[in-house]
């Protein structure tokens, strides 16, 4: 099965074959779908459209698709599947979170999903300590990729029978606990050199957090993203919960900011556009750094097949008057055509502010 990557991406959205590409996505989470039959009739409610006599090699690709949609997934791990057909091209990928239902048929595979899937989940590394114990979990995507734990017994003394002898224990039992509590940072900067997270959750008593933090190593003193009410003892399985709801919030503020970083900049008339007619000629000249998006925008328009440009309204190409082509969806296109020149492509879910630009704005490199 392939891993999903953003070079995949990238190389999916510079993908041309000699015919149509089926691209679907579909829900498969268990928590929805109890059973199989479940979200096989949801993919054959998709798949009835194109199931035409006329459109024969197009109902081979759905066939060998439905093929592996029936040949079942570990849904423990699987939540959703992304599949790609076309002449010189088979990719199945298995996603450890929900996607839309899709079923799309162009020239180029549909990867939007695949780049929100990517934006929404970064590798994110947390921390559980309290005085005599430490876990280490690197999640990336779902997955766990890493963990570690460590157990320090403290000190005791059995027979305290005195001022200086509980004291005594006392100041080793201090000393000892700001042991642990080092070699708890260092265990967390080891797992950040083996696996660079970008963000680091901190689950640890009130009294004890403060410490463990000043402790850290300074790189990662400023990835720490949230602190959380979980034992140090806690299940993986409510670990993982908790970080999905972390993950989330610090996407939701990150595209936030990207997206009123877009409204200052259009307002100003400096490096920010909104709006089809805009952004498309944009992409066309290669000024796009980074291109937003909300999450379901689609809309028909055309493209040259001459100089490659995408526009709103056709059949004139506006840059080399030649005619342009009908696509279905040219937003997808415009993403498409965005990550082939390295631009940064951002896909929000619900973000009202940028539904009012237009639900499409591009910040410029120049």
């Known amino acids: 099965m392939t891993k999903l990557s953003r070079q995949l991406v990238r190389d999916l959205a510079t993908f041309r074959g000699a015919g149509p590409v089926v691209s679907v996505y579909l829900d498969v989470d268990g928590r929805r779908f109890v059973r199989p039959a479940d979200y096989e009739a949801a993919f054959e409610r998709m798949a009835r459209p194109h199931g035409e006599p006329a459109a024969r090699d197009l109902g081979k690709r759905i066939h060998q698709i439905r093929g592996h949609v029936k040949a079942g997934f570990d849904r423990s791990h699987v939540r ?13 990928i298995d996603l450890p979170v929900p996607v839309r239902n899709q079923l799309i048929v162009n020239d180029t595979p549909h990867v939007a999903q695949l780049e929100a899937v990517l934006d929404n989940h970064e590798r994110i590394g947390v921390l559980l300590a309290d005085r005599q114990h430490a876990r280490v979990f690197v999640f990336e995507l779902g997955d766990l990729l890493d963990k570690s734990e460590l157990f320090e017994q403290l000190p005791r003394h059995e027979d305290d029978d005195g001022d200086w002898g509980r004291d005594h224990v006392h100041d080793h039992q201090a000393a000892a606990a700001q042991r642990h509590v080092k070699r708890a940072a260092e265990a967390a900067f080891a797992a950040w050199q083996e696996q660079r997270f970008e963000h680091l959750v901190i689950a640890a008593p009130d009294d004890l957090a403060g410490d463990i933090e000043r402790a850290l190593h300074s790189y990662l003193q400023r990835r720490v993203a949230a602190r959380l009410a979980l034992p140090v003892t806690a299940p993986e399985s ?17 595209k936030a900011d990207l997206v009123h970083q877009l ?55 506006p840059a080399c008057t030649g005619q342009m082509a009908r696509v279905d969806d040219v937003v997808e296109e415009a993403i498409e055509a965005a990550l082939a020149q390295n631009c940064r492509v951002e896909v929000c879910d619900g973000n009202a502010d940028l539904d009012v630009l237009g639900r499409i704005g591009a910040l410029l490199r120049f």
Do not use: M, Q
Request: aromatic letters at 4%; one cysteine or more; proline letters at 4%.
């Open 80 to 92: 959703g599947i992304a599949v790609f057909c076309g002449v010189g091209l088979w990719e199945a």
């Open 238 to 254: 409510d670990v993982h919960r908790a970080v999905l709801e972390v993950e989330e919030s610090i996407e939701r503020g990150r």
């Open 263 to 317: 409204r200052s900049a259009h307002a100003s008339g400096n490096a920010g556009l909104a709006g089809l007619d805009d952004v498309l000629p944009a992409i066309g000249d290669r000024r796009v750094g980074t291109l937003l998006v909300s999450l379901g925008y689609e809309v028909p328009g055309w493209r040259c097949d001459g100089c490659h440009r995408l526009a709103a309204k056709g059949p004139k190409c």
